[in-house]
């Protein structure tokens, strides 16, 4: 298992480096992380809505004033600034962390979401190295993917060892919610411009997938209270032409001239809330039966483009647990080598670089790699199923086979057996380059792999 070899990896370089404390340490942090929740950092420029959502995933809404914050499950809710504990106050339906010039927060806080991830909220401006450094992945967020945004996530493949094992990121188009003007179609329209950027040759060899979320609207969806969602209720009892005029911006909607008895107060924290397209949005939703606070709390999940960052988050980094969690311990053990050389580490150096070239794990994240970013091709449908077999579109044995139904044990073995037969004749196809025919003999082996999974011979 790669783990297990990472693992061993690691306790050598201990043994070789025990008298350094500064390196042992270091180390001694990566063994320790192996078997930790998987580490995801939240990144990208400034008013983009980090921490709104973090809150959203998490199920709640944090204000701590800027600083680098941990977010860990546990069984009580609580924050400490090194071996500080520190206050936490809710007020206006926020947990506010009051550790003033903190740079540093981790929070404990009881979440069925942080039972498998630890959730790294970064501040705007946090150094890349440092954000890849801590996380196992990364949520990097933007409103539009400009040069910058491209610019700061190749830098995260800047680097010998990065480049052999590339990084999970998954793109989230946040703030979606205001693409087109807040027209009620906007989510839609978000989509769709997410689509369109998976398919970007610029964008497909930095991140996994490219996603459209409104965070705004996803958090208060997680947050709904009972006084909001009756709000929200008395205004869709409104004819939509009676309404509609309000609704043309915030300050026509808490305006004195309103034309049902809803403290201006209350209607203010609803587009503190919710934004005046979630207004909108709640208020149709209401109105076409989505009418009870259960109803409206999943159906804006779902449209707020949280849904698909779950699964998103699910696909290309829980499921890859084991790999990412051994590119992090590696790239940590890359540091100390580079910073502390000696001969006696040679040993050290020539077995990563032998595990990073040999590791079927890392093999198959470089030829996906590759395949999305059009530096392999395959002719025709192999190659999308290329990509799916080295685990594009998820690791377990179905996803790879693409199978959307429960075959039987016997259906299992024939697909499996059969797509192997086929990619073998891909590996002597006088058809395919020398380059295809290498990716090809890589498929083979995840084929092997599920060969060797269902217990054939």
Not at 150 to 169: I, K, M, N, Q, S
Not at 176 to 186: K, S
Request: hydrophobic fraction near 45%.
């Amino acid at each position: 298992m790669l783990g297990d070899e990472v693992w061993h990896l690691l306790n050598d370089a201990l043994s070789v480096y025990r008298d350094s404390p500064r390196a042992t340490a270091w180390l001694r942090g990566y063994v320790a992380r192996i078997d930790e929740p998987l580490r995801i950092g939240v990144a990208g420029p400034p008013l983009v809505g980090k921490s709104t959502l973090a809150g959203a995933l998490i199920g709640d809404e944090f204000d701590t004033g800027g600083a680098v914050t941990w977010f860990r499950d546990g069984p009580r809710p609580h924050a400490h600034v090194g071996p500080h504990e520190v206050p936490m106050v809710r007020r206006d339906g926020r947990v506010v962390i009051e550790a003033s010039g903190a740079n540093r927060i981790d929070v404990e806080w009881p979440s069925r979401s942080l039972r498998d991830l630890t959730l790294i909220d970064n501040p705007a401006g946090a150094a890349v190295e440092q954000v890849y450094r801590d996380a196992d992945a990364v949520l990097y967020l933007t409103r539009h993917l400009h040069h910058n945004d491209l610019e700061y996530l190749r830098a995260a493949h800047d680097h010998p060892f990065a480049r052999a094992t590339p990084v999970g990121t998954v793109v989230v188009l946040a703030r979606a919610d205001e693409i087109g003007a807040g027209r009620i179609d906007a989510l839609t329209s978000a989509k769709q411009i997410a689509r369109r950027y998976r398919r970007e040759a610029q964008v497909v060899p930095v991140c996994q997938n490219v996603v459209a979320v409104a965070g705004l609207l996803a958090v208060a969806a997680r947050t709904l209270r009972e006084d909001e969602f009756a709000a929200l209720a008395a205004l869709a009892s409104l004819p939509r032409t009676g309404l509609d005029d309000h609704l043309l911006s915030a300050d026509r909607f808490v305006a004195h001239h309103f034309p049902i008895q809803l403290d201006a107060g209350v209607r203010r924290a609803l587009v503190d809330r919710f934004g005046i397209f979630g207004v909108r949005l709640t208020t149709t939703l209401i109105r076409q039966g989505y009418d009870t606070q259960v109803k409206l709390t999943a159906q804006l999940v779902q449209r707020s483009g949280l849904g698909e960052l779950r699964e998103s988050i699910g696909l290309y980094f829980a499921e890859r647990k084991d790999v990412l969690k051994a590119r992090a311990a590696l790239l940590g053990l890359d540091v100390v080598l580079r910073a502390e050389p000696r001969p006696a580490a040679v040993g050290l150096t020539a077995a990563m670089e032998q595990l990073v070239a040999s590791a079927h794990d890392f093999r198959e994240l470089r030829l996906l790699a590759a395949l999305h970013g059009g530096r392999v091709r395959f002719p025709g449908e192999l190659d999308d199923e290329a990509a799916r077999l080295v685990g594009g579109l998820g690791t377990s044995m179905l996803a790879r086979l693409g199978l959307e139904y429960e075959p039987s044990d016997t259906e299992l073995r024939h697909a499996v057996l059969d797509t192997l037969g086929r990619w073998r004749e891909q590996t002597v196809n006088p058809a395919l380059d020398n380059a295809q025919r290498r990716a090809a003999s890589m498929v083979v082996r995840s084929c092997e792999g599920m060969v060797a999974g269902l217990g054939l011979r």
